[in-house]
Every structure is written in C-alpha cells, then in structure tokens.
C-alpha cells in the first residue's frame, strides 16, 4: 500500500475525513507482526467481563462463552433466540466483511444445547440477500434448517419507540428481535470508512428497516448510541478470527489473522476492548477515539475503561 505515513499520535477524535486518510495511507501489517495487549485481571474464579479465546473459530468460541459463565447463562430451555451476525456482503470468509460461518454455526449449536425453543440468524443484508447469506445458512444447516433468515420484507418490521433517544426517537424494528428472549450480537471485528469501526454497536442497525435514515438524517454516532440504549445484547461474540483492518466494512482490505474471539455481556465493553485489542488503519488506537463508543459510555450504556475490567482469556 502507498501513501504518506500516518502521524505517530493519532488525533483525541476521529472524523471521518481522518479515518479515510488512514485508510488511504495506512501501513502494511501482516498477522505475524501484530502486538497484543496484555490483559488485566486474569485470576481465575473471578466473574469475567470479557472472555478471549484465541483458536480455531469453533473451539474458540466455545471457550470464551465458556469462561463468561457458559451458554446456559444466557440461554435457558425453552428460550426463543435471535443471534444477529453480519451478513450484508457478498464475499467468502476470507475478506472479512461478514462473520465466520462457523462462529455462527457454533453459537447456533450452544443455543440448541442449552434447549432454545426457537433459533433464528437474521440480518437485513445491503446486498443481494440470497448471496449474502449462503455461506451462514448452509453452515447453519446441520444445527435447525430454515434458520437463517435475509428480512427484507417491511411488513416483517414494527415501529418502536426509542425512550433514550436523543436524535432518534423511533425506527421499526424487527418483529422477531421484538418477540426474542435472548439476543445475541455476533459481528466481525471491521473498520469502516463513517464511523471508524464496526462492532456490536454499529451492527445492530442491521436489524432495522431503514438504517440507510441514520446516515441521511442524524448524526450517525449518535444515532448508534441511540439504537444501542434500545438493541441490547443478553451477549457479544465478537468474530477476531479475522479482523478487516482497513477499506471496510465491505472490503477488500488489509485483512488480519489473529484467530480470536472475545464475549462479553457488555457492548461496549466489548467493541472498547476490540478497538484497542488489534490495529486500525495502520495504527493503535484507544476505544475513545471512536465516538459512538466514548458517547456510549458516557451515556451509561457500557464502559470503555479496559484496564479497570475483568479480562480472562484462554487458548482453545
């Protein structure tokens, strides 16, 4: 990649114009070169606010929603359970633009497990939905047929008031997450060109009819935290196995290996540790310098104050 280096200090905030200039001049890094942060608060026994297992996708998702306290905390038999990936792009698993199948399909099969009633993987795709969502349905199809869903129907959405709203009042919704017990937020760990990243916050528009309203007519940032303070995950299963560190959310772009996935009951928690976890753009970032999540925390929605969370992690 060719391009001015980027400064050594990235700026407190991150607008827009600054994350695409990263992304224009970012710096080439390759998964071997990538420097993990060490994590706080390991001891064992002590109730996790962030699990991380580094591994295959199917076993290391099992070991972090393991070391959160297992699926049964979250899912109890009989329980009716949307688990919402990314799905919006047509490209294979190696581009990074959408969740790895086999996270998908893991998390569908601790679900049916743990004795869900009703299992279903739904996205509102940006392109065509067939395409999108083949590569999720067909792993899914060993764990419930018929369970992965495009909805792109408008009658399929309710209209909802948002109580927290600040510039967002209302959007519909869909009926389905409406009528869930249990949500689970399974995004891939992308960069993106508005916003800076793309995590369990910024997914959740996925599960709106007319998210195209929230870049046309709000502030988006705010808009996410607003749909956050409504859309709340009983779970986050962020997909690390490959992480799309530049020319997101659709790609192709700068795509790391890190083979990790990272749970936590907290959204922001979560999207916080992800952001300062792996590389951006060619630099490191803190989780303050994306707005949605600095507005979040200060909103009350989650925290972003990693080095004060409990932080397991494992190798599956």
Same mark, same amino acid.
């Given at each position: 990649?060719?391009?001015?280096?980027?400064?050594?200090?990235?700026?407190?905030?991150?607008?827009?114009?600054?994350?695409?200039?990263?992304?224009?001049?970012?710096?080439?890094?390759?998964?071997?070169?990538? &420097?993990?942060?060490?994590?706080?608060?390991?001891?064992?026994?002590?109730?996790?606010?962030?699990?991380?297992?580094?591994?295959?996708?199917?076993?290391?998702?099992?070991?972090?929603?393991?070391?959160?306290?297992?699926?049964?905390?979250?899912?109890?038999?009989?329980?009716?359970?949307?688990?919402?990936?990314?799905?919006?792009?047509?490209?294979?698993?190696?581009?990074?633009?959408?969740?790895?199948?086999?996270?998908?399909?893991?998390?569908?099969? !601790?679900?049916?497990?743990?004795?869900?009633?009703?299992?279903?993987?739904?996205?509102?795709?940006?392109?065509?939905?067939?395409?999108?969502?083949?590569?999720?349905?067909?792993?899914?199809?060993?764990?419930?047929?018929?369970?992965?869903?495009?909805?792109?129907?408008?009658?399929?959405?309710?209209?909802?008031?948002?109580?927290?709203?600040?510039?967002?009042?209302?959007?519909?919704?869909?009926?389905?997450? !409406?009528?869930?017990?249990?949500?689970?937020?399974?995004?891939?760990?992308?960069? &993106?060109?508005?916003?800076?990243?793309? !995590?369990?916050?910024?997914?959740?528009?996925?599960?709106?009819?007319?998210?195209?309203?929230?870049?046309?007519?709000?502030?988006?940032?705010?808009?996410?935290?607003?749909?956050?303070?409504? /859309?709340?995950? &009983?779970?986050?299963?962020?997909?690390?196995?490959?992480?799309?560190?530049?020319?997101?959310?659709?790609?192709?772009?700068?795509?790391?290996?890190?083979?990790?996935?990272?749970?936590?009951?907290?959204?922001?928690?979560?999207?916080?540790?992800?952001?300062?976890?792996?590389?951006?753009?060619?630099?490191? /970032?803190?989780?303050?310098?994306?707005?949605?999540?600095?507005?979040?925390?200060?909103?009350?929605?989650?925290?972003?104050?990693?080095?004060?969370?409990?932080?397991?992690?494992?190798?599956?």
């Amino acid at each position: 990649m060719k391009g001015k280096n980027l400064p050594p200090n990235p700026p407190a905030t991150l607008n827009r114009r600054q994350f695409l200039a990263w992304q224009a001049g970012s710096l080439c890094l390759t998964a071997g070169g990538l &420097h993990l942060f060490p994590l706080a608060g390991r001891a064992s026994g002590t109730a996790a606010d962030l699990a991380v297992a580094i591994g295959a996708p199917e076993a290391a998702t099992r070991e972090a929603v393991r070391l959160l306290g297992g699926i049964n905390r979250f899912v109890k038999s009989g329980s009716r359970v949307v688990i919402k990936p990314n799905m919006s792009f047509s490209a294979a698993p190696e581009r990074a633009s959408n969740t790895n199948p086999e996270v998908v399909r893991t998390l569908a099969a !601790l679900c049916r497990e743990a004795g869900a009633a009703r299992i279903s993987v739904l996205d509102n795709p940006l392109g065509p939905a067939e395409r999108c969502i083949e590569g999720i349905r067909d792993a899914c199809r060993l764990d419930g047929k018929g369970i992965v869903h495009a909805v792109q129907n408008r009658s399929l959405f309710s209209p909802v008031a948002i109580p927290k709203g600040e510039t967002l009042k209302t959007t519909d919704v869909m009926e389905e997450v !409406l009528k869930a017990d249990v949500l689970i937020a399974v995004p891939v760990a992308k960069s &993106h060109g508005t916003t800076g990243v793309s !995590l369990s916050m910024k997914g959740m528009m996925g599960l709106i009819w007319d998210r195209s309203a929230m870049h046309r007519d709000h502030d988006l940032d705010a808009a996410i935290v607003d749909l956050a303070s409504l /859309l709340k995950p &009983h779970l986050v299963v962020i997909d690390a196995s490959r992480v799309l560190s530049s020319n997101g959310p659709g790609g192709p772009g700068l795509v790391l290996e890190p083979r990790t996935i990272i749970a936590s009951r907290d959204m922001v928690a979560a999207d916080a540790f992800a952001v300062e976890r792996f590389p951006w753009y060619g630099q490191r /970032l803190k989780a303050s310098q994306v707005r949605h999540i600095r507005l979040a925390q200060e909103r009350k929605l989650g925290r972003m104050d990693i080095a004060n969370l409990t932080v397991l992690e494992s190798r599956a």
